[in-house]
């Protein structure tokens, strides 16, 4: 067994009834490595991680790492890691979502957690397609592309996660794809350790739906594409927009500093006392 | 002189409450408000969320971590907190919403007394499900059935829901705040054994698993899938099966500890009424105004809705031959009165639903046309 896996077994929940729900090639085992590779690398306890998911594929990532897991409703992971984080602040709270999740049903949970700048940090995995329940077209499907429910062709504009978050105040965003892992890896320890709401995208395949219903190919073609379109931040600088056009910026896109939520409220509970005692 | 919502904050507070998520609502918002002031100055947390939903995710969240929280809503704030609902009670969390019942259906109206949600209480969320409710008539009891409604979601691991009106919410009474030695407060029952041998959805004489707080060492998972005694998702009929089957029993098997109800004048009472809310204080009224007269009349109040109170209606069934329930709503506990009387006893109903309450009047108008 290399090092690498070895580290990964050290997080697993071996009395789990394995094999795990995804399909051969999925992205999301990716994602799940990086992760605990981040969390290793920061020493973290256990004990003091608490990871939190929605419903999909995505939501049952939790279940097979030996943390504090939370399997919570669809959308509302970002809720529930609220209440979490500010009843017991010292927790480390993590929150893997998958775009259906984190942009379409729980599009107003999260902005509101960016805006508010709870110390989370939300990892999104985005495959451009609600996979768990059959390939229906979701709100990262680019426009004329085909799901289970545009069949003909999807005539809406799809959202762009990272650039959502940066405008709703997220003091950290970073994008990444499953294609390229050691990015992956950095990205989420850096989010982890940042102060305030952080939020990764994890741009990642499904072939079994996306690919299928597209004729994009297996996994490995997917994750090729992601290698031929993904563009650094830092070259994406230099570039025109119509250059840009149809790539994804990769990266750090936001790294900056706001009053963070719990710090603000133990103030309010100084002035609180401070009213209270006089 | 306390309102009835003030009456609630203090309950939940004396309770041990010390998380508050919720959504401003009409009639329920000055438990937000106080709320607010009061949580951080006890070292508690006070959130706005963007919406109901998040509100009982956020309280659910809370909870988990090992602090006792609570929300508050109305109408059509409850509507949208059946999802999470749902949740607490299949991961057995424990947690207190208040519903400070408006007319509905919708936005209906917002600052009028209704007492419409009493089946959306019971059946709201989706799936079988058990569920504890509680009312209040008085301000003094929005204090008690606070208390009582944290300690019983603590002690069976559940959500508890009270259910009061708008009258009964924004209504000033004198009240005196209880001893604090008085007050018997209920904390959960944590696990005594090591992590590794911690079965977090374990069935026990009691069919209440002990619950360990997220960060004290007892990693464990908690979903809202069907699980197994680990909390592990299972598709098994042999681990689904006991499992809802426990949750069910967690409840019935303790009636005894759950179910309220006061009885005035019902020993000798040839018409007894069922009534609850602030109803409950017209039909009081109601009942001394037929005894002056000479009517054998009596009053069952009830204070615990669900599970609902069989026992209290079997009992009032031995003397009474008619039942009347009048009720803010087109008919929801009478429906229940009716099963459990079973054609003993004539069961007579009196509704009201354009947002005025139910008068003394009315109802001793009612009293006349039976007897």
């Given at each position: 067994?290399?090092?690498?896996?070895?580290?990964?077994?050290?997080?697993?929940?071996?009395?789990?009834?394995?094999?795990?729900?995804?399909?051969?090639?999925?992205?999301?085992?990716?994602?799940?490595?990086?992760?605990?590779?981040?969390?290793?690398?920061?020493?973290?306890?256990?004990?003091?991680?608490?990871?939190?998911?929605?419903?999909?594929?995505?939501?049952?990532?939790?279940?097979?790492?030996?943390?504090?897991?939370?399997?919570?409703?669809?959308?509302?992971?970002?809720?529930?890691?609220?209440?979490?984080?500010?009843?017991?602040?010292?927790?480390?709270?993590?929150?893997?979502?998958?775009?259906?999740?984190?942009?379409?049903?729980?599009?107003?949970?999260?902005?509101?957690?960016?805006?508010?700048?709870?110390d989370?940090?939300?990892?999104?995995?985005?495959?451009?397609?609600?996979?768990?329940?059959?390939?229906?077209?979701?709100?990262?499907?680019?426009?004329?592309?085909?799901?289970?429910?545009?069949?003909?062709?999807?005539?809406?504009?799809?959202?762009?996660?990272?650039?959502?978050?940066?405008?709703?105040?997220?003091?950290?965003?970073?994008?990444?794809?499953?294609?390229?892992?050691?990015?992956?890896?950095?990205?989420?320890?850096?989010?982890?350790?940042?102060?305030?709401?952080?939020?990764v995208?994890?741009?990642?395949?499904?072939?079994?739906?996306?690919?299928?219903?597209?004729?994009?190919?297996?996994?490995?073609?997917?994750?090729?594409?992601?290698?031929?379109?993904?563009?650094?931040?830092?070259?994406?600088?230099?570039?025109?927009?119509?250059?840009?056009?149809?790539?994804?910026?990769?990266?750090?896109?936001?790294?900056?500093?706001?009053?963070?939520?719990?710090?603000?409220?133990?103030?309010?509970?100084e002035?609180?006392?401070?009213?209270?005692?006089? | 002189?306390?309102?009835g919502?003030?009456?609630?904050?203090?309950?939940?507070?004396?309770?041990?409450?010390?998380?508050?998520?919720?959504?401003?609502?009409?009639?329920?918002?000055?438990?937000?408000?106080?709320?607010?002031?009061?949580?951080?100055?006890?070292?508690?947390?006070?959130?706005?969320m963007?919406?109901?939903?998040?509100?009982?995710?956020?309280?659910?969240?809370?909870?988990?971590?090992?602090?006792k929280?609570?929300?508050?809503?109305?109408?059509?704030?409850?509507?949208?907190?059946?999802?999470?609902?749902g949740?607490?009670?299949?991961?057995?969390?424990?947690?207190?919403?208040?519903?400070?019942?408006?007319?509905?259906?919708?936005?209906?109206?917002?600052?009028?007394?209704?007492?419409?949600?009493?089946m959306?209480?019971?059946?709201?969320?989706?799936?079988?499900?058990?569920?504890?409710?509680?009312?209040?008539?008085?301000?003094?009891e929005?204090?008690?059935?606070?208390?009582?409604?944290?300690?019983?979601?603590?002690?069976?691991?559940?959500?508890?829901?009270?259910?009061?009106?708008?009258?009964?919410?924004?209504?000033?009474?004198?009240?005196?705040?209880?001893?604090?030695?008085?007050?018997?407060?209920?904390?959960?029952?944590?696990?005594?054994?090591?992590?590794?041998?911690?079965?977090?959805?374990?069935?026990?004489?009691?069919?209440?698993?002990?619950?360990?707080?997220?960060?004290?060492?007892?990693?464990?998972?908690?979903t809202?899938?069907?699980?197994?005694?680990?909390?592990?998702?299972?598709?098994?009929?042999?681990?689904?099966?006991?499992?809802?089957?426990?949750?069910?029993?967690?409840?019935?098997?303790?009636?005894?500890?759950?179910?309220?109800?006061?009885?005035?004048?019902?020993?000798?009472?040839?018409l007894?009424?069922?009534?609850?809310?602030?109803?409950?204080?017209?039909a009081?009224?109601?009942?001394?105004?037929?005894?002056e007269?000479?009517?054998?009349v009596?009053?069952?109040?009830?204070?615990?809705?669900?599970?609902?109170?069989?026992?209290?209606?079997?009992?009032?069934?031995?003397?009474?031959?008619?039942?009347l329930?009048?009720?803010?709503?087109?008919?929801?506990?009478?429906?229940?009165?009716?099963?459990?009387?079973?054609?003993?006893?004539?069961?007579?109903?009196?509704?009201?639903?354009?947002?005025?309450i139910?008068?003394?009047?009315?109802?001793?108008?009612?009293?006349?046309?039976?007897?």
């Amino acid at each position: 067994m290399s090092e690498v896996t070895k580290l990964i077994h050290k997080y697993l929940r071996h009395d789990k009834k394995f094999p795990h729900v995804w399909c051969p090639g999925c992205g999301i085992g990716i994602m799940l490595g990086a992760l605990i590779r981040a969390i290793d690398r920061i020493g973290y306890e256990k004990d003091e991680v608490v990871l939190v998911s929605g419903i999909g594929c995505s939501g049952r990532l939790p279940v097979y790492v030996d943390f504090n897991t939370l399997h919570t409703t669809h959308g509302r992971a970002l809720t529930f890691a609220t209440g979490v984080k500010l009843a017991k602040p010292s927790l480390k709270v993590i929150v893997i979502m998958g775009d259906g999740d984190a942009v379409a049903i729980g599009g107003n949970h999260f902005i509101h957690a960016a805006r508010r700048n709870i110390d989370v940090t939300a990892i999104i995995v985005n495959n451009s397609i609600y996979g768990m329940t059959g390939g229906q077209y979701s709100p990262t499907t680019p426009y004329g592309m085909r799901s289970s429910t545009t069949i003909y062709s999807n005539i809406e504009q799809d959202f762009k996660i990272s650039e959502l978050a940066v405008t709703a105040g997220a003091v950290f965003v970073g994008r990444g794809t499953v294609y390229h892992a050691k990015l992956l890896d950095s990205l989420i320890e850096k989010a982890i350790l940042k102060e305030g709401f952080s939020v990764v995208e994890v741009i990642s395949h499904c072939h079994t739906q996306y690919g299928r219903q597209n004729r994009l190919g297996t996994a490995v073609e997917m994750m090729e594409w992601q290698r031929d379109n993904a563009v650094p931040v830092e070259k994406a600088a230099t570039m025109k927009p119509e250059e840009l056009q149809n790539k994804m910026v990769i990266g750090i896109l936001v790294n900056k500093e706001l009053p963070v939520y719990q710090n603000e409220y133990d103030k309010i509970r100084e002035r609180a006392k401070g009213i209270a005692g006089r | 002189m306390l309102q009835g919502n003030e009456a609630v904050v203090e309950g939940a507070l004396r309770a041990g409450c010390r998380f508050f998520a919720g959504y401003p609502i009409t009639p329920a918002t000055e438990i937000s408000e106080i709320l607010s002031v009061k949580l951080p100055q006890v070292d508690g947390t006070f959130i706005q969320m963007e919406d109901e939903i998040a509100s009982l995710g956020a309280v659910i969240g809370a909870s988990l971590a090992g602090v006792k929280s609570m929300t508050a809503t109305s109408g059509p704030g409850f509507s949208l907190m059946q999802e999470n609902l749902g949740f607490a009670i299949i991961a057995e969390v424990p947690c207190v919403i208040v519903n400070v019942m408006r007319g509905g259906p919708s936005t209906g109206l917002p600052t009028s007394p209704s007492q419409g949600d009493v089946m959306q209480a019971r059946w709201g969320t989706h799936g079988d499900h058990p569920i504890i409710v509680l009312s209040a008539s008085t301000v003094c009891e929005c204090y008690d059935i606070t208390i009582k409604a944290f300690n019983l979601s603590e002690k069976f691991r559940t959500p508890v829901i009270v259910l009061i009106d708008e009258v009964v919410g924004h209504m000033r009474e004198k009240m005196a705040l209880s001893d604090e030695a008085e007050v018997e407060i209920f904390n959960r029952l944590k696990p005594t054994v090591p992590p590794e041998w911690y079965l977090p959805f374990e069935d026990t004489p009691s069919g209440i698993p002990a619950m360990a707080n997220f960060g004290e060492g007892y990693r464990y998972h908690v979903t809202g899938l069907t699980h197994d005694i680990r909390g592990f998702p299972t598709s098994r009929p042999d681990e689904i099966g006991p499992f809802i089957d426990r949750l069910h029993r967690k409840i019935s098997q303790h009636f005894s500890e759950i179910q309220m109800a006061e009885y005035y004048e019902t020993e000798d009472a040839e018409l007894t009424i069922v009534a609850y809310g602030c109803v409950a204080r017209s039909a009081r009224r109601a009942m001394i105004e037929a005894r002056e007269k000479g009517l054998k009349v009596g009053l069952l109040k009830l204070i615990t809705i669900w599970p609902f109170v069989r026992s209290a209606v079997e009992k009032v069934l031995k003397t009474s031959k008619n039942l009347l329930v009048p009720e803010m709503n087109m008919g929801q506990i009478s429906r229940e009165v009716k099963r459990v009387n079973r054609g003993v006893a004539k069961v007579f109903t009196l509704n009201k639903v354009d947002g005025t309450i139910i008068t003394p009047e009315e109802i001793g108008n009612r009293i006349k046309e039976i007897f």
